[in-house]
C-alpha cells in the first residue's frame, strides 16, 4: 500500500517562501507520477503541480498556469521524496496542500480524480 507524508507546512508572512516535502512508501517507483494539489476553505480543491518520471526518460513537470514562476516541484530519486518549493506567498496561497500520486499511464497529470493515493495534507497559512 502506497503511504504519502506531507511536511513542512507552517505560518508565513507574504513574501516568504515555504518548501513542502511529500515521502513516498509502500512500493517501486520507477514509473510514476506525484502532484500536489491545495484547497482553502469554502473552495474546491485546485491543482497546484505535478512531476512525472519514467526510468528511461527525463522527468517531466506540470504547473497551475497562476502559480507557474513561483512554485517549483521537484523529486529526489533516492528519498522517494518529492518536494514543492513555494516562493514569494501570498495571503491567497493559504490552504491545505496534499500530495497526491498515481501511475503514468494516461493523461490528466493536472486533474485531482485521476490520483489514486493521497497523503493527509499539510496546513500552510500566510499572514498580510
Known amino acids: 500500500q502506497v503511504q504519502l507524508v506531507e511536511s513542512g507546512g507552517g505560518l508565513v508572512r507574504a513574501g516568504d517562501s515555504l518548501r513542502l516535502s511529500c515521502a513516498a512508501s509502500g512500493r517501486t517507483f520507477s514509473s510514476w507520477a506525484m502532484g500536489w494539489f491545495r484547497q482553502a476553505p469554502g473552495k474546491e480543491r485546485e491543482f497546484v503541480a505535478a512531476?512525472?518520471?519514467?526510468?528511461?526518460?527525463?522527468?517531466?513537470?506540470y504547473y497551475a498556469d497562476s502559480l507557474k514562476g513561483r512554485f517549483t516541484i521537484s523529486r529526489e530519486t533516492a528519498k522517494n521524496t518529492v518536494f514543492l518549493q513555494m516562493n514569494t506567498l501570498q495571503p491567497e496561497d493559504t490552504a491545505t496542500y496534499y500530495c497526491?500520486?498515481?501511475?503514468?499511464?494516461?493523461?490528466?497529470?493536472?486533474?485531482?480524480?485521476?490520483?489514486?493515493?493521497w497523503g493527509q495534507g499539510t496546513q500552510v497559512t500566510v499572514s498580510s
Open positions: 512531476i512525472r518520471w519514467e526510468s528511461v526518460s527525463s522527468d517531466s513537470t
Open positions: 497526491a500520486a498515481r501511475g503514468t499511464s494516461g493523461n490528466g497529470y493536472t486533474v485531482a480524480l485521476t490520483y489514486a493515493y
